[in-house]
């Protein structure tokens, strides 16, 4: 059942051909998620060449499917194809930035982090594709 989100999905002004996605996985309860939520946006705004999307695993349970969140923040990083990382992460923007930036000059892996992952990475941009 969805709950109504006590705040829009944080989703950054690239179009929807951006290449790359940053999918913030998080619960409303967590105040470590709450506190992120601004660097979030702050770094969606820095990095208008990716689409950056915060998922509430409770409102939005059905995108997460059988992933089993335990660490708040976990982020899904994709190239728009294909995910390539998943996992919790610091919750400080440079952690992120740099993750990104290091992904970004990185070659495609043959195959994705994991099917789950992919998995989801697909769930995230069929619910979320404008």
Request: proline content about 10%; glycine content about 4%.
């Amino acid at each position: 059942m969805n709950h109504p989100s006590p705040a829009p999905a944080t989703e950054s002004s690239a179009t929807p051909s951006a290449a790359w996605w940053v999918v913030c996985l998080c619960a409303n309860w967590c105040g470590v998620c709450r506190d992120y939520r601004a660097l979030f946006d702050a770094l969606a705004q820095a990095h208008p060449g990716a689409r950056f999307v915060w998922v509430d695993v409770e409102d939005e349970e059905d995108l997460a499917g059988d992933l089993d969140v335990e660490t708040f923040p976990t982020l899904l990083i994709a190239d728009g194809q294909q995910a390539r990382f998943l996992g919790p992460l610091l919750p400080q923007a440079p952690v992120l930035a740099r993750l990104l930036a290091s992904l970004q000059d990185a070659p495609p892996p043959p195959s994705a982090v994991s099917a789950q992952a992919q998995a989801v990475f697909e769930r995230v941009r069929a619910a979320h594709a404008q």
